[in-house]
């Protein structure tokens, strides 16, 4: 099972694009990347996953490289409401999602 | 509202006791998972229930079980507590394994161990 690796905090200013990196060197090909985010103590959200092509929605985009080592989820214009623990998961084939500690976001004004 | 429900939100008890948490899926889902955070921990993998069967354990403590009831409920039961089993303890849903959606996460049971 794919291991992810992500900072553990990072700042953006208010306004900005927000760019969070995650490795994850090992991940199988049937393994899809996908990212969480937590506001304080609530449950997690979902935000966008993908497998080899870059996504798009209406809350980010998400970049995976193309030999799948690495993806960054970007947040075109953070707001301070954005900040929260970022979660970047490796979805194994048989529908297990196993979260690490995250990256903590500030949005900062 | 993610249409995964958490019962209780809050409940303290003491050392040695045992609780049960409960978990209704979303409408549809027939996978149910659940997660222990401790206190600015990430989220620990505990189990996971497909159908009514046991799809896959993590990190959970004989202490612990879990069970997925014909109706799709889930209930996870944590006996002889300790203090260190004070955390956030989550609850999510899927469609199932196999398909590639997102897990929707209820908001929670958060458990005090005094």
């Known amino acids: 099972d794919a291991k992810t690796t992500q900072p553990t905090s990072m700042d953006c200013a208010e306004g900005r694009a927000a760019n969070l990196p995650c490795n994850h060197s090992?991940?199988?090909?049937?393994?899809?990347v996908y990212w969480y985010r937590q506001i304080h103590s609530q449950g997690p959200q979902y935000i966008i996953h993908?497998?080899?092509n870059n996504e798009t929605n209406e809350m980010a985009s998400l970049i995976i490289t193309e030999d799948r080592k690495s993806s960054t989820l970007i947040l075109p214009h953070a707001t301070l409401r954005d900040t929260a623990v970022y979660y970047c998961?490796?979805?194994?084939?048989?529908?297990?999602?196993?979260f690490g500690t995250g990256t903590s976001l500030t949005v900062i004004p | 509202d993610s249409g995964v429900t958490q019962t209780p939100k809050h409940l303290i008890t003491a050392t040695g006791q045992r609780v049960t948490l409960r978990c209704s899926p979303r409408?549809?889902?027939?996978?149910v998972y659940w997660y222990q955070q401790s206190l600015d921990q990430g989220l620990q993998f505990l189990i996971h229930?497909?159908?009514?069967?046991?799809?896959a354990k993590g990190n959970i403590l004989e202490r612990f079980s879990a069970q997925q009831f014909p109706d799709l409920h889930s209930e996870l039961n944590l006996s002889s507590l300790e203090l260190g089993d004070s955390a956030l303890y989550f609850c999510?849903?899927?469609?199932?394994?196999?398909?590639?959606?997102?897990?929707?996460f209820g908001e929670g049971s958060r458990l005090t161990v005094l």
């Open positions: 409408s549809g889902d027939l996978s």
């Open positions: 229930y497909y159908n009514g069967e046991e799809r």
């Open positions: 993908g497998l080899k």
């Open positions: 999510a849903s899927s469609v199932g394994p196999r398909e590639n959606g997102e897990l929707f």
């Open positions: 090992t991940i199988s090909g049937n393994e899809y």
């Open positions: 998961i490796a979805r194994t084939w048989v529908g297990q999602f196993y």
